[in-house]
């Protein structure tokens, strides 16, 4: 069992910068794929990013390619977001997740969720 917590969302005026954590608990942390979702109010949650190890390749919507970047700290159970250049069409509840692998992460197969953190930006 894992459980996800999610931190860091915030109000910020476009073009700024976040950075979301998610701690995870349980010692196995380091055998699963994280990847982050988001949701805007009335849409779908969607894939935004994913990364199996924290020296493996990373996965990306194109909507945040160059923008975001995913890394991991296995030392810590923790997956991070780093977001810059932030548009107002970025707001939505953003989720942290871990599953099986890249794949099936970005195909929405994925064994936990976070609750979840708002991120709001205001143009």
């Known amino acids: 069992q894992v459980q996800l917590v999610e931190s860091g969302g915030a109000l910020v005026q476009a073009g700024g910068s976040l950075r979301l954590s998610c701690a995870a608990s349980?010692?196995?942390?380091?055998?699963?794929?994280m990847g982050w979702f988001r949701q805007a109010p009335g849409k779908e949650r969607r894939f935004v990013a994913a990364?199996?190890?924290?020296?493996?390749?990373?996965n990306y919507a194109d909507s945040v390619k160059g923008r975001f970047t995913i890394s991991r700290d296995n030392a810590k159970n923790t997956v991070y977001l780093q977001m810059n250049s932030l548009k107002p069409e970025d707001t939505a509840v953003y989720y942290c997740?871990?599953?099986?692998?890249?794949?099936?992460?970005?195909?929405?197969?994925?064994?936990?969720w976070g609750q979840g953190t708002q991120v709001t930006v205001s143009s």
């Open positions: 349980g010692r196995t942390f380091s055998t699963y794929a």
């Open positions: 997740a871990a599953g099986r692998s890249v794949s099936s992460i970005r195909i929405g197969s994925v064994d936990y």
């Open positions: 990364m199996w190890s924290s020296l493996g390749s990373t």
